[in-house]
């Protein structure tokens, strides 16, 4: 690792961590089905309207049929309707005490980190991970008992793990998201209230990032999920693309993959090397250039080179790009 203030080096970490996905108690997931079949009973109007909704319901991820409340069985999987790498798909708001500051959005999965706000009164180091599946992508989880519905839509504890606490809800009638609260004092209405603040949009937000890198130091790896700043400006500011040659099942499998980005202000290390023309350190597998105008490159990776890949690295602040591999 380089010699890099904790803060700067968090960075990258933040997007390979992720909270457990470890299954206990009861699965929720056939609560989707319960849903399911209330929106088919709101929508059966008619012979015409009946055809349509058996053409849309053959065509969905999930299809539902309704269960106990507090006892749900997995759905069988179904074809995933990706979010969009390039589109926030949702705005995430302050709540609970924490306040939103890192976005990742992938095909599969959208998720945020959130931290404790000033003056909130959380214990040290408090932090929720909100994800958002895409209609299909549900990864089965387990229940333990059922809280107050948010919005007439039904919201789940799940089995407790590591002093945090996670829940589980419905964001809307064909999609599913967790909250996991890590912090000592974490309570099941803390993580109901930050999922209050989600909100799935109207329209897609597009997402983009300031800087561009080369094909060639990356082989055919894509962008398969996207990281960039959301709420209250932050410092340090920074924005990251993960590279793979498939698109991650759930944050849990981004762990190992090639994270490049750009973080401002540049950390206060001292150079040790030249890459592509620019002051440089490194670390082996994560390497930080100094770019100028107070940005700095950052690479992470064990399956590519992160030199070949930091030689590459192109800032582009006043026109941000959605295809940064060049």
């Given at each position: ?84 790498i ?24 959208q ?10 009164g959380?214990?040290p180091?408090a ?25 007439g ?37 803390r ?23 080369g ?25 990251s693309v ?37 002051p ?5 597998s ?18 590519k ?8 690295i ?13």
């Amino acid at each position: 690792m380089s010699p890099e203030p904790e803060e700067y080096a968090g960075l990258l970490k933040a997007l390979r961590e992720t909270p457990d996905q470890s299954p206990a108690g009861v699965s929720i997931d056939r609560a989707m089905r319960d849903g399911r079949r209330t929106v088919r009973r709101r929508r059966v109007l008619g012979g015409a309207a009946v055809v349509a909704l058996i053409a849309a319901v053959s065509a969905t991820p999930m299809v539902l049929h309704a269960v106990r409340a507090d006892r749900v069985q997995p759905a069988a999987p179904g074809q995933v309707v990706p979010f969009g790498i390039w589109s926030r798909a949702f705005d995430v708001g302050s709540a609970g005490g924490f306040t939103p500051r890192l976005y990742t959005s992938a095909n599969r999965w959208q998720s945020v980190k959130l931290v404790a706000a000033d003056n909130s009164g959380l214990a040290p180091g408090a932090t929720a991970v909100a994800t958002m599946y895409a209609p299909g992508a549900w990864p089965g989880v387990t229940g333990e008992r059922r809280l107050d519905d948010i919005d007439g839509r039904p919201v789940y504890l799940l089995a407790r793990d590591h002093g945090g606490v996670r829940i589980a809800f419905r964001y809307s009638d064909t999609g599913w998201a967790t909250v996991q609260d890590t912090g000592t004092d974490a309570t099941p209405e803390r993580a109901r209230h930050v999922a209050e603040g989600i909100q799935l949009r109207a329209k897609p937000a597009p997402v983009t990032v300031p800087f561009s890198f080369g094909r060639s130091a990356v082989e055919s790896d894509e962008v398969v999920a996207v990281a960039e700043p959301h709420g209250s400006p932050v410092s340090p500011e920074s924005y990251s693309v993960l590279l793979g040659d498939a698109d991650p099942v759930d944050p849990g499998a981004i762990g190992s993959l090639t994270t490049v980005g750009v973080v401002r202000p540049a950390p206060s290390v001292k150079p040790t090397m030249t890459i592509g023309g620019h002051p440089a350190t490194s670390g082996g597998s994560d390497v930080t250039v100094f770019l100028g105008e107070s940005w700095a490159g950052t690479v992470w990776s064990i399956s590519k080179s992160p030199t070949a890949i930091a030689a590459t690295i192109k800032l582009r602040p006043d026109a941000p790009v959605n295809d940064p591999i060049r």
